[in-house]
């Protein structure tokens, strides 16, 4: 059983947004980048499979420029066995990102696909979704808790109302939610052995995919901000305010 | 121009989520009409038809719809969608699981989660985590979007008389099936349609000391949310999640106990009217968003609240 993670470079999730003073987009000019923190829970549940022995490959992908080597090599010292880099500058959307993989899914043929449910720039959610939708195969998005049985995978989803558990024939696409686990640290000896591992390139152009943006940007602005307001110095203060004040009790 | 709307429902009656979308396709100013995919739903074909807003109701029955597998429902919408120029569905784990799966199949992009409708082809949306508006426009013919509700008031749930019309069903793609389901269930007003939210943190200690939120919760006639740390902890169940990757609230008032303000946080809780933050760090980032803080311990703090709410 072989597993595809797709995973993408994003600025990291600690640092502080700037808007560009031209409203192109947002600073990436010397930000800390990394893996995008749900991609690094789909590459955790993979490699777990494989420690369980229920997978025996795991194939780390990304679509992106030429630093996302970087990424894929994160992606091996956390266990992934190879990986494949579809080079791309600048930005990529879901529906190429999808038929990207999707071209990808027919050169390797994995039995599942593991992939974040957003990626945290964009906020798209989508990649999983079209992806399943192309290959017609089932999904399972916001997922919590994966087990696998005899040509099926059964996979419980955080949704708004609770929990909701699916049963997918394979191959299947998954999408991960924070809850399903929690990513290790790679260790030295396995960041060493990382750098010995493939990464294989893939050209997406020359299997036809159009990676240009079908949606355009017109302009990145800065969120209505919130100014902070008072602190009150007691309970009392607390409701005399909200009654008299803000009028909201 | 078109719109379609996708109405969500849990099979006895209409997702409120969904009256907000209705009032995001009346910005395009043109006729609206909903579809309603479900297995023997009167009750909810007849809320639907009485929205205002929807001229015509489709409606597809059948056992594959049921447990609401995108997989069922997609080739019906991406069929339907042909004759619409817009297709809007709520931002909600239903919608987003869906309409992704539309757009694949009808070689379109969707735009994810609109907070404001600029024009037929160009929207606002919320990118990294909220810290910046994107305005974005869509050179597709038809527009598949997911409507994020608390940017869009409620059309009223009755006062409509939509002309019902009946869609054959697609049939069951045989690739997923529903095994079951864990309903959290509570007494207190919906989270996303709260007037009153109040929401505790990891400074909460544990679930037990949540019945201190809930007593004031309900004081106010409120719902409770949570942190992600909260949630993580196990103090409640996953489906409190207020932030970027959970709910996304905007009540009247807000009131965050024990909560430091990460901006995965104030992503899900920022619009909200009124915020109130109690925390005992007074550099706590909370209290950049908040309007009125109050500093100190929230085990003495909450206790002291909900009494003297109660006494008025
Ligand atoms: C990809 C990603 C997505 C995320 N999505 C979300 C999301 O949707 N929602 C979300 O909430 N988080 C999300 N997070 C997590 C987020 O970054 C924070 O870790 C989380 O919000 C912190 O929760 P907290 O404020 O409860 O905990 P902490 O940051 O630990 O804050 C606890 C607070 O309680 C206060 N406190 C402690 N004891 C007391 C007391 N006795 N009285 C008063 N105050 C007290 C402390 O001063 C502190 O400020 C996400 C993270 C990532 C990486
Ligand atoms: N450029 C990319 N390269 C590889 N995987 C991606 C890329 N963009 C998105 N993905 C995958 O798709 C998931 C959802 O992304 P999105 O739909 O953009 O929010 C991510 O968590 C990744 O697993």
């Known amino acids: 059983m072989k597993i595809l993670v797709p995973v993408k470079r994003v600025i990291d999730f600690n640092v502080k947004i700037r808007v560009k003073a031209d409203n192109s987009g947002v600073e990436t000019a010397n930000v800390k980048m990394g893996m995008n923190p749900f991609d690094e829970i789909a590459v955790e549940e993979a490699v777990r499979l494989k420690e369980k022995g229920k997978a025996t490959e795991v194939i780390a992908v990304t679509i992106g420029p030429a630093q996302c080597q970087d990424l894929l090599r994160t992606a091996m010292a956390i266990g992934a066995d190879r990986s494949i880099h579809a080079l791309f500058d600048g930005e990529t959307q879901p529906l190429g990102v999808a038929k990207t993989l999707k071209a990808i899914v027919d050169q390797e043929k994995p039995d599942m696909v593991i992939l974040g449910k957003q990626a945290i720039d964009g906020d798209n959610n989508q990649v999983g979704q079209m992806l399943g939708a192309l290959l017609g195969w089932g999904q399972a998005t916001f997922a919590s808790k994966v087990e696998l049985g005899a040509g ?38 396995n960041i060493m052995k990382a750098k010995k591992k493939p990464i294989e390139p893939f050209d997406a152009a020359a299997k036809g995919v159009d990676l240009s943006p079908r949606i355009k940007t017109l302009r990145v602005d800065e969120p209505g901000s919130r100014k902070a307001g008072i602190k009150v110095p007691d309970v009392a203060t607390l409701v005399d305010k909200l009654k008299n004040e803000a009028k909201v009790i | 121009m078109r719109a379609l709307i996708i109405v969500e429902h849990d099979g006895v009656a209409v997702k409120s989520a969904t009256l907000h979308t209705i009032t995001a396709a009346k910005k395009l100013n043109c006729p609206v009409d909903g579809l309603v995919m479900c297995n023997a739903g009167a009750s909810v074909i007849d809320g639907a038809s009485k929205i205002t807003g929807l001229e015509k109701l489709l409606v597809s029955e059948g056992a594959q719809y049921k447990d609401d597998l995108a997989e069922n429902e997609a080739p019906l919408v991406a069929q339907i969608a042909r004759n619409y120029t817009h297709v809007f569905v709520a931002a909600t784990s239903f919608g987003k699981n869906l309409l992704p799966r539309v757009g694949a199949l009808m070689d379109v992009a969707p735009i994810s989660e609109i907070s404001a409708v600029e024009s037929a082809d160009t929207f606002k949306r919320p990118i990294y985590a909220g810290n910046a508006i994107a305005t974005v426009q869509s050179s597709d013919a038809i527009k598949l979007c997911t409507v994020r509700a608390t940017s869009f008031d409620a059309v009223p749930a009755t006062g409509g008389n939509a002309a019902i019309e009946k869609v054959a069903a697609t049939a069951d793609a045989g690739l997923s099936s529903f095994v079951g389901r864990e309903v959290s269930k509570s007494d207190r007003p919906e989270l996303t349609a709260a007037k009153v939210v109040i929401s505790g943190g990891r400074g909460l200690g544990s679930g037990d000391n949540f019945k201190m939120l809930e007593q004031l919760a309900d004081t106010v006639g409120g719902a409770i949310g949570a942190s992600r740390a909260a949630v993580d902890a196990g103090f409640v169940p996953n489906d409190y999640q207020v932030g970027q990757t959970g709910k996304i609230v905007a009540p009247n008032l807000y009131v965050a106990v024990g909560i430091s303000g990460a901006i995965q946080h104030l992503a899900g809780m920022k619009d909200s009217k009124v915020i109130v933050a109690i925390n005992k760090d007074p550099d706590a980032p909370i209290f950049n968003v908040a309007d009125y803080g109050l500093v100190g311990d929230l085990f003495q703090i909450v206790p002291e609240l909900t009494a003297a709410l109660q006494k008025k």
């Open chain 1, 152 to 189: 099926s995978v059964n996979v419980t989803r955080e949704v708004d109302g609770g929990l909701e558990t699916l049963q997918l024939k394979l191959p299947a696409i998954i999408t991960t939610d924070l809850r399903l686990n929690e990513p290790r640290y790679a260790t030295l000896p």
